[in-house]
């Protein structure tokens, strides 16, 4: 709290004013995280009109910055704020339905294989990430590795070839 505050410009007393708690301050952090980050991804796909692998290397990308701001300490102590952990189970629920959507659109433009289950893909996506976070394999990887492996793993997992192709070019 004090780090926030003195970034803040502002005395800790005015922070807990308007925040009560550690928790309620960082629920607040994440929920304008998410939607900017959402927002970015909508304005890119607006503005570039990007194939499926584009905009999941895009995503990927903005997450990946994000990720390599945090201190690994904080994937730790994460789990004691059980508001933050319903918030983004919660976000998975929905990045569940906008996956169906990509998916779909990938399957279309002929870079994901049609034979598989969306809602099985978005799955392995989200328990993966969250067993190597769970099991601090960013402390002998490091997130940026650790991110990266297992995404672009499971994403050329569900490609065809052209798909491959395409992730491999745009990569480079």
Known sequence: MDNIANYLSISKRTLYEIYPT?????????????????????????????????????????????????????????????????????????????????????????????????RIISNMFSISLKEAIDNELYKDFGIQYLFRDIVFTLVRGICTIKGIETIDQLLH
Do not use: M
């Not at 607040?28 to 991804?41: G, I, Q």
């Not at 918030?87 to 659109?105: A, G, P």
């Open 22 to 118: 550690k928790e309620d301050l960082l629920l607040e952090c994440f929920k304008k995280h998410e939607e900017t980050h959402e927002a970015k991804v909508e304005q890119y796909i607006e503005n570039t009109n990007p194939n499926a692998i584009e905009i999941i290397i895009f995503a990927y990308k903005l997450k990946l910055e994000h990720f390599l701001q945090i201190n690994s300490l904080f994937f730790e102590e994460l789990c004691k704020y059980q508001r933050i952990v319903s918030f983004f189970e919660k976000k998975e629920k929905e990045r569940e339905t906008k996956f169906e959507w990509l998916f779909t659109r990938g399957v279309e433009e002929g870079f994901f294989r049609e034979d598989l289950n969306p």
